[in-house]
């Protein structure tokens, strides 16, 4: 258990802080992929006497949305966090914070420059060799596109509510501390089956597996097709001197990283270099053929028709056009191209034959759990099963019939579930299993432990408290949404 705790004691901490995400706040973000508005001044809500600018929501929302992009590994799109939702999150966000921030206004709290210095100074991202460094501290901003006036007035509100929960801070008490701890540390003795599933035992009605995908079908789209004309500017081959290679060599020197972050020496990376500085010199001619299209005085000589999942061509430089315009040139294999927007089919509900694989597949895992649940009600009416002695929640090794990680998951579900007798539906079995005795091993928890342990019970209690403060407050202080505007 110790071991499970020293693994996982960040994410115990993240887990409980991303219910409370619309409370924290220090240090920047850059502009998210959702532009509400280009007046900043504009306010989208009003909470009490605070306003809500649309600069402030949409900083809420950019950190929503890099923390939901960090979780789908950077692959997150603006259709799946229309889908999660994240607009009204953020705005509940903004709201929750601002309900705070009136109360804090309420009871005398405030900022001082000095507290806002005290914030900047320590920020690592502003610290040179562990030292603040005033120029680096207005060259990141200036990078991120933010006014240092409006970057220390958000901190002040981050400072505020910071100041805020130090003041309503409640420390966990020796019952909350004993109730993490059993949660944690304690250990059953299992008796144990394992059922494998058998596919050979699903049988595929066809009716059953149209009626799954009419259910569903909105689940089973297309993708978007582009067809695009266009026009291809070969990269000028003439063979750069070694002196204008260097000089752009050094001015474009990051691009040239390996994989250990370091830059490569020019000899390394010469080719690379020669074939960049050759499409930087065809620009102006990809420049000029484009206004010639744009003016119907040159044709574009190719089509092409991609879906938005096609990886070998640049869409994103597409996307965001209309039918009939025609694209700025972007560098495309060893030159520019030019392309005009033909047509757009937008998404559409596939067809039965289309989507049957992917529904079949659905099918299965539905059909299977079926199975697996029914064999294992059956096999629990009379169950025996195999000792397997006690685990915990950072079991080690396998349990017999399972894998590590087969292991891990049951293990997981099974401290959660209340039942001294029951079963667990995996991915591809079901686990039956019997608690014959249970323990607790406080006794070897360190002293490094009992501080995560203080650490995750504080901020659960803290995190409740806020809740239920911002809910009262609600009733206290009004809160009128505006339209948005994007």
């Not at 003439?238 to 990283?257: I, V």
């Not at 757009?344 to 079926?370: C, D, G, H, W």
Request: aromatic fraction near 10%.
């Amino acid at each position: 258990m110790l071991s499970w705790m020293q693994k996982h004691k960040k994410y115990l901490v993240v887990t409980i802080w991303v219910s409370t995400i619309a409370f924290v706040g220090a240090g920047f973000v850059g502009w998210g992929a959702y532009d509400l508005n280009s007046n900043r001044a504009t306010s989208v809500a009003k909470v009490g006497h605070r306003n809500i600018s649309v600069q402030e929501l949409q900083q809420k929302y950019d950190r929503l949305y890099q923390y939901y992009n960090n979780m789908f590994e950077g692959k997150l799109t603006q259709e799946k966090a229309d889908e999660l939702g994240l607009e009204k999150a953020a705005l509940q966000a903004a709201i929750q914070e601002n309900l705070l921030l009136n109360f804090a206004d309420d009871i005398g709290l405030s900022v001082s420059k000095d507290d806002v210095l005290k914030y900047i100074i320590v920020d690592p991202t502003f610290q040179k060799d562990g030292v603040f460094d005033k120029n680096l501290y207005y060259d990141v901003l200036r990078r991120a596109r933010i006014n240092p006036t409006d970057f220390e007035e958000n901190l002040k509100l981050t400072i505020l509510v910071d100041k805020l929960r130090t003041i309503l801070n409640l420390p966990a008490s020796k019952e909350d501390m004993a109730m993490m701890e059993a949660s944690f540390f304690m250990q059953d003795k299992l008796a144990v089956e394992v059922i494998n599933a058998d596919q050979n035992e699903i049988k595929v009605d066809e009716k059953e597996l149209k009626d799954l995908w009419e259910i569903n079908k909105n689940n089973y789209m297309t993708k978007t097709i582009y067809g695009i004309e266009t026009y291809f500017v070969e990269s000028n081959k003439n063979e750069a001197n070694e002196a204008a290679l260097t000089t752009y060599y050094n001015e474009n020197k990051e691009r040239y990283k390996g994989s250990d972050d370091k830059i490569k020496p020019f000899e390394e990376v010469k080719a690379e270099v020669s074939k960049d500085y050759n499409i930087e010199q065809s620009k102006t001619n990809a420049l000029e053929k484009y206004v010639s299209i744009k003016k119907a005085e040159l044709a574009t000589n190719d089509f092409v028709s991609v879906n938005e999942d096609n990886a070998t061509f640049p869409l994103d430089e597409i996307k965001g056009a209309r039918v009939g315009e025609v694209v700025k040139p972007f560098i495309y294999k060893d030159g520019y191209l030019i392309a005009r927007v033909k047509s757009i089919t937008p998404p559409q509900p596939m067809s039965f034959e289309q989507a049957r694989e992917m529904v079949l597949e659905i099918y299965n895992e539905k059909k299977q759990k079926e199975l697996l649940t029914a064999k294992a009600k059956a096999a629990l009416e009379n169950f025996k099963g195999t000792d397997v002695g006690f685990v915990s929640r950072d079991v080690n090794g396998s349990i017999a019939g399972l894998n590590e990680s087969d292991t891990r998951a049951f293990v997981a579900q099974l401290f959660d579930a209340n039942n001294k007798k029951g079963y667990v539906i995996l991915e591809d079995k079901a686990v039956i299993y019997d608690i014959l005795e249970q323990r607790l091993l406080t006794n070897n928890i360190d002293n490094n432990y009992k501080q995560i342990t203080q650490q995750n019970v504080t901020m659960l209690k803290n995190n409740e408290l806020i809740k239920d403060l911002t809910n009262k407050l609600q009733q206290y202080y009004e809160v009128k949404e505006l339209s948005l505007i994007h």
